[in-house]
């Protein structure tokens, strides 16, 4: 199993980037998948996650500004992040508890991670 980010690069402050996840694999089946970002000199944190029926959670510094969604026949993850701040800056991860067709179980794997900077 395989996660793949994609999406990240440089903007300017009140800009949009449009992130993108996909799973592959052998998949049996997909619960939560979510995205995580770690800023210069931070811990990772949590950005925002989506159940796989569709309801999202985010955290408080990007409410309004960002939304998660998800395509369940493409494995796929997706964050729209609109009025980028200069904060926003970090590299963004996103994960997914996912279960292969060899196991009874769920585990979390990680993207690679993708850049986004925010700077004029």
């Known amino acids: 199993v395989q996660l793949q980010a994609s999406g990240g690069g440089l903007v300017q402050p009140g800009g949009s980037l449009r992130l993108s996840c996909a799973a592959s694999?052998?998949?049996?089946?997909?619960?939560?998948m979510g995205w995580y970002r770690q800023r210069p000199g931070k811990q990772r944190e949590l950005v925002a996650r989506?159940?796989?029926?569709?309801?999202?959670v985010y955290a408080d510094s990007v409410k309004g500004r960002f939304t998660i969604s998800r395509d369940n026949a493409k494995k796929t993850v997706y964050l729209q992040m609109n009025n980028l701040k200069p904060d926003d800056t970090a590299v963004y991860y996103c994960?997914?508890?996912?279960?292969?067709?060899?196991?009874?179980?769920?585990?979390?794997?990680w993207g690679q991670g993708t850049q986004v900077t925010v700077s004029s």
């Open positions: 989506i159940t796989s029926g569709g309801s999202p």
């Open positions: 994960n997914g508890d996912i279960r292969d067709y060899r196991s009874t179980w769920y585990e979390t794997y």
């Open positions: 694999g052998s998949i049996f089946n997909i619960n939560d």
